[in-house]
């Protein structure tokens, strides 16, 4: 299973754009990149998900460059209910979007 | 619709006495998965099930844990002679598989456990 390795926290404000960059150099070939949000007290959430390029939906935009060993999900425009624990994790058909390791994710702080 | 609903939302239970956790998917989602999370930290995959196929139980941490999926909807965790260290919040989540090209996860509120 590809390793994941993330920030353990960041600190914006709001209305800033955030960036949170995720390494994954051993990614396999059909693995796909999944971003989810974590709040206290709460399941994690679906953000995003691609393969390669540029994904973008109507919360956040995932970036991929060509080598797929990175990738950074892009909050625009951040408010405090943003602040969360991100989540990246690499897997895919071969290898188990069900053992998907979640890590200790990004903990986003937003302040006014 | 329903989301992924999990209940009791907390538990509290002596040392050494067993519990149940139990978990309603999302209707028509073949693929479940059982998690938990201790404070602080990430997601620690227990088990899968998929539709009729035999469950992935390589996470399970000892064989006091076990889980069955009945009729392939609602599941049931249960742990045996609990320990202090299962005190954990157990996360259960549905998919329904590829859907658009996307795999998703939905996940319920969690049960916390708490072992005195």
């Known amino acids: 299973l590809a390793k994941t390795t993330q920030p353990i926290s960041m600190d914006s404000y709001e209305g800033q754009e955030v960036n949170i960059t995720c390494s994954h150099n051993n990614i396999a070939t059909n693995d796909y990149i999944t971003w989810y949000q974590q709040f206290p007290s709460q399941g994690p959430r679906f953000i995003i998900q691609g393969y390669k390029t540029k994904v973008t939906n109507e919360v956040a935009s995932l970036f991929i460059p060509a080598d797929r060993k990175s990738s950074t999900l892009s909050l625009p425009r951040v408010s405090l209910s943003d602040t969360a624990v991100y989540y990246c994790?690499?897997?895919?058909?071969?290898?188990?979007?069900?053992?998907?390791?979640f890590g200790t994710g990004t903990r986003l702080l937003v302040s006014p | 619709g329903a989301g992924v609903s999990q209940s009791p939302s907390n538990k509290v239970t002596e040392k050494g006495k067993d519990v149940e956790l139990r978990c309603d998917p999302i209707s028509g989602h073949t693929a479940l998965y059982w998690y938990r999370q201790s404070l602080g930290q990430g997601l620690e995959f227990l088990i899968y099930f998929q539709g009729n196929s035999a469950p992935d139980k390589s996470g399970l941490p000892s064989d006091r844990f076990s889980a069955e999926r009945t009729g392939g909807s609602v599941s049931t965790l249960t742990i045996q002679r609990t320990q202090q260290e299962d005190s954990a919040v157990y996360l259960c989540?549905?998919?329904?598989?590829?859907?658009?090209?996307?795999?998703?996860?939905?996940f319920g509120p969690g049960t916390r456990l708490t072992v005195t």
């Open positions: 994790l690499v897997g895919g058909p071969n290898t188990g979007f069900q053992k998907l390791v």
């Open positions: 989540a549905s998919s329904p598989g590829f859907r658009r090209g996307t795999y998703e996860q939905y």
